[in-house]
């Protein structure tokens, strides 16, 4: 694991550490469908988009985002199509917070994701939401728990894999979101290919076993050429973070969602 992903999930520990044990644990009652949302989007051509809260990363600042401007920004990306959203949640590294996400679910209907570095169960009762980011890499052997728990406060958890190892371990969990993050997590780096070439596994496992999981493409979509890229090899959701926060988000939107369109005029 690169020494950056240590301090985050170090970080995620000690935030963890200091939460009440003693918090309500509530039931999402309200729960909005991804999979509802993905489907309408792909019977009318589109690229299902799952646009993401993004104030910062390790490497970069793209807003200063409080609650009410998570909230504008979340509108923006409702208004010109997304099928869900990401908000960031983890404030060290990100400078995401629960309240960014409450106020962006508040103000918007379409689903939301949590999206943090959850390392201790009592994260999973921090907010509700959705569907829940679960790092395999980052969860290991309590995975399967941690899924058990979204599931019994009615979140749909994502479950984010890095590499063929952690994918086949996921393959085994009950899980029907399968996200491939295309960040190394041992160098940071972006490589597309990494979802090319894992999910054909996930396509191969799911005609063997007369399954059908999800997968969502994440990270380095940057255009509407990886986009399509990213469709072709599989995926049936991208999630776009930094290329919608650098601005033009509504122009990038749309050119995201049509790019399989155009690509068949030309
Ligand atoms: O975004 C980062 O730089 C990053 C660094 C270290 C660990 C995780 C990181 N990002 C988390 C994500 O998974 C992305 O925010 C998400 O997939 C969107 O990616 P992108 O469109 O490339 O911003």
């Given at each position: 694991m690169h020494p950056k992903?240590?301090?985050?999930?170090?970080?995620?520990?000690?935030?963890?550490?200091a939460l009440s044990e003693n918090k309500t644990h509530t039931i999402c009652n309200d729960r909005r469908d991804i999979f509802e949302s993905i489907g309408l989007a792909c019977k009318k051509g589109h690229i299902p988009i799952i646009a993401e809260v993004k104030p910062a990363s390790p490497t970069g600042k793209f807003a200063d985002v409080n609650p009410?401007?998570?909230?504008?920004?979340?509108?923006?990306?409702?208004?010109?199509?997304?099928?869900?959203?990401?908000?960031?949640?983890?404030?060290?590294?990100?400078e995401g917070s629960i309240e960014n996400l409450e106020s962006a679910r508040k103000n918007t209907s379409i689903p939301v994701l949590r999206k943090d570095f959850i390392v201790d169960k009592s994260q999973m009762h921090e907010a509700s939401s959705d569907l829940i980011l679960l790092i395999a890499g980052v969860l290991g052997?309590?995975?399967?728990?941690?899924?058990?728990?979204?599931?019994?406060?009615?979140?749909?958890?994502l479950v984010e894999v890095h590499d063929e190892k952690e994918l086949e371990y996921v393959l085994e969990c009950d899980t029907n979101l399968i996200g491939i993050n295309n960040r190394s997590?041992?160098?940071?780096?972006?490589?597309?290919?990494?979802?090319?070439?894992?999910?054909?596994?996930?396509?191969?496992h799911d005609r063997k076993y007369n399954q059908k999981h999800l997968i969502i493409g994440e990270s380095g979509v940057k255009g509407t050429d990886d986009a399509t890229r990213m469709i072709r090899a599989g995926a049936d959701a991208l999630l776009v973070g930094t290329y919608l926060m650098e601005g033009n988000l509504k122009e990038k939107m749309k050119h995201l969602i049509e790019a399989n369109k155009n690509q068949e005029i030309v």
């Open positions: 992903i240590e301090q985050i999930v170090q970080k995620s520990k000690e935030r963890a550490d009410e401007i998570a909230s504008q920004i979340a509108c923006d990306m409702e208004n010109a199509g997304a099928v869900a959203l990401s908000v960031l949640t983890e404030p060290c590294y990100f052997k309590k995975l399967p728990e941690f899924i058990e728990i979204a599931r019994r406060r009615n979140i749909e958890p997590f041992e160098t940071l780096e972006i490589d597309l290919e990494t979802a090319e070439k894992l999910i054909p596994l996930v396509k191969e």
